[in-house]
């Protein structure tokens, strides 16, 4: 992939220059490394979700009324994970019935 600006990381962000780029040892693939540290620390403040539109895979809003969250410490990392509040009910219910 070509960035549109070489003097720019690929979001078009950041400067690309060797002091901000990330070489991965096994692949060799570059990365930004400001983009990296964004995307880690919204990550680690429970922020970055694979499905992350605001809405659950159901659909319902991540409201603060409506989430829940947990802290987890995978490999040594601190993670937050989120949960649908109305999910839970909708399959406590199903559970009863």
Known sequence: MTRPDPT???RGLHD???ENIYTDEKTGHQTCRSCKRERNRARDLGEAHPRNSGHCR???AYTPENTR???RFRNGVKEIHRSCKQ???DS???TQQ
């Open 8 to 10: 720019k990381c690929g």
């Open 16 to 18: 690309w220059t060797p």
């Open 58 to 60: 159901k659909g319902h």
């Open 69 to 71: 969250k947990s802290v």
């Open 87 to 89: 999910c839970a009910k």
């Open 92 to 94: 406590a219910r199903t």
